[in-house]
């Protein structure tokens, strides 16, 4: 029960991370755009399999999905271990995921987040994979308080 617990603990993390950048990317001028940094390293690892990447519109749904499928197991870390700790869990994972988003694209070859604006952009990065890290960590609580069969 308890992996089960971690993985739905994660999946909601996920979940509300991209709905979040989704909805920004579409409304705010300077928001994050990592699922660009996502189709440039998908494309990437293509290409280095010796592939031609696929169309815009797949390479899309392709990054989605494997964003949910990342996010979700590293989120799922949150509900890992004591309970009592899953809050500073979700923060310490959700802070560091937002700090990589910010400071890995460019020494892993996948150059700047389009529109970027320094530091607005950066900040509002950090700020919603924690909300992700949060979000699991509400959700991991709650899961945790629920009698088990």
Do not use: C
């Not at 802070?95 to 990589?100: C, K, L, R, W």
């Not at 020494?107 to 949060?134: C, D, E, F, N």
């Amino acid at each position: 029960m308890r992996t089960r617990q971690a993985l739905l603990s994660g999946a909601a993390g996920a979940l509300s991370l991209n709905l979040i950048h989704e909805t920004a990317r579409h409304t705010l001028p300077h928001a994050p755009q990592v699922q660009a940094l996502g189709m440039r390293a998908l494309a990437k690892t293509f290409r280095a399999a010796g592939e031609r990447p696929p169309h815009r519109d797949r390479l899309y749904w392709l990054t989605l999905a494997g964003d949910l499928l990342a996010n979700g197991l590293y989120y799922s870390l949150v509900a890992a271990d004591e309970p009592r700790r899953i809050w500073r869990r979700g923060l310490l994972l959700g802070t560091a995921a937002g700090m990589g988003a910010v400071f890995l694209p460019q020494p892993m070859g996948l150059g700047r987040q389009p529109g970027a604006k320094a530091p607005l952009t950066q900040l509002l990065t950090v700020l919603w994979y924690l909300s992700g890290g949060l979000v699991a960590a509400a959700v991991a609580t709650r899961l945790a308080r629920m009698p088990t069969r």
